[in-house]
């Protein structure tokens, strides 16, 4: 098991008077994809949201290669090499792809290999590059959200429920993509579709009520369908 990237201690969240998150703690390894599971409301978007900066923990840390970033600003975490990707994709309907990618690079301009290396992963944002993106299809939108999360090297990218909504056709797609990323960067996912998030995921939290209930391999999760049903309500094979 390689180092952890990132480390969640005893991270306790509150939104308005609702205490969301009660201690949750995982480590995300560097490498690959890590997926946070959990049924709906369970706390996984306030944990992507916290780690990010958007909600601020009342207790414990979150600590991104030996840096606690807890009390930091989304820009500060922004810098440190932390991409989000959110269920809303964040996308600027009114903005061109270009213009949307401009604002996602730090200088506003682009490397040409790692564009190149976009437009390979993603041709339709090259199709459409000079398109307003409210006109885009909703697949297209999340390429586009993952692309602008990508354009600068990162060493982190959070990524919520990127396949809600999609046709299975370009969910088989965003897995391609996926791989590809992750052998540069490594990915935190909060996923519902459980074959996607199998396909991709070498760890496994999973969280319930705000509590980490299950940590382990996907491999594991995967293989053990009593465990799959105890802790999701249903069998990753459903998915």
Known sequence: MSDA?????????????YHVLHGVSFDVPEG??????GRNGAGKTTTLRTIMGHWRARKGAVVFRHHDITALHTSEIA?????????????FGMLTVEENM???AYSGRFDGDRLARIFALF??????????????????KQMLA??????????????????KGLAPSIVRAMIDAFREIAAETTILLVEQNFQFARALG???AVIDDGRIIHRGTMAELAADGALQTRLLSLSLEAG
């Open 5 to 17: 990237i990132l480390r969640l201690d005893d991270v306790h969240t509150d939104i308005a008077q």
């Open 32 to 37: 690959g994809v890590h997926v946070l599971l």
């Open 79 to 91: 810098r440190l090499g932390i991409a989000y990707v959110p269920e809303n994709m964040g996308v």
């Open 102 to 104: 401009r604002l996602a």
């Open 123 to 140: 041709p339709a944002l090259e199709t459409f590059w000079t398109k307003q993106a409210y006109a885009l299809s909703g697949g297209q």
């Open 146 to 163: 993952i692309a602008r999360a990508i354009i600068e090297k990162r060493d982190l990218i959070l990524i919520d429920e990127p396949t």
């Open 202 to 204: 070498s760890g496994v």
